[in-house]
């Protein structure tokens, strides 16, 4: 919906720098509120938040390489597209193997703390989030289940920082009117 919503505004006005800002606005403001998530948060809460952080994300995302559609040399256009894709991409990737690092190292420290007797956090992070109520004593689960959600928010807290520093990338760049530009690859 934000890619859908960030095309048509820059068709209209020219420009996409106000969706690169937008972008980084609405994802913080989304990771923020998940990061307020609590083990009985009601649903329609939890699904707002994403959609806040989903639609700042595509605010943003082809904005990029519209930019350096925009701003580039027609000779240099695929290479810079590709650098702006190959980041994105990378960066999602490094991401989610951080976000799980911390996810998992604070799960493991909140398992043993709660000191459920018998309870191997092993067991909790191969096992998963769906199957905790079979294999967690109902007199232990509240426990293990705060100990999930503050180890979920560890997590959120690094999308929440990626959030936040995703608008030092827009500084840098270019303010430029696309309405009539040919933004297409190089001539066949």
Do not use: H
């Amino acid at each position: 919906m934000g890619t859908i919503l960030a095309g048509a505004l820059t068709s209209q006005t020219g420009y996409y720098m106000p969706f690169v800002y937008l972008s980084s606005v609405f994802m913080a403001v989304g990771a923020g509120l998940i990061t307020l998530l609590e083990v009985d948060t009601p649903t329609a809460k939890w699904v707002g938040y994403q959609i806040i952080f989903g639609i700042g994300a595509g605010l943003g995302f082809q904005q990029v390489t519209l930019a350096a559609q925009a701003v580039l040399d027609q000779k240099d256009v695929a290479t810079g597209t590709g650098i702006a894709m190959f980041i994105q991409l990378f960066g999602g990737a490094l991401f989610v193997s951080v976000g799980l690092n911390v996810f998992t190292n604070k799960l493991v420290s909140n398992i043993i703390a709660a000191q459920v007797p018998g309870l191997n956090p092993a067991v909790i992070i191969s096992a998963g989030a769906t199957e905790l109520r079979r294999i967690v004593g109902p007199q232990y689960l509240r426990a293990v289940l705060e100990a999930y959600n503050d180890a979920l928010d560890e997590a959120y807290k690094v999308g929440l920082i990626t959030a936040c520093l995703s608008i030092l990338g827009a500084f840098g760049m270019e303010w430029v009117n696309v309405k009539g530009k040919q933004l297409d690859a190089l001539p066949a």
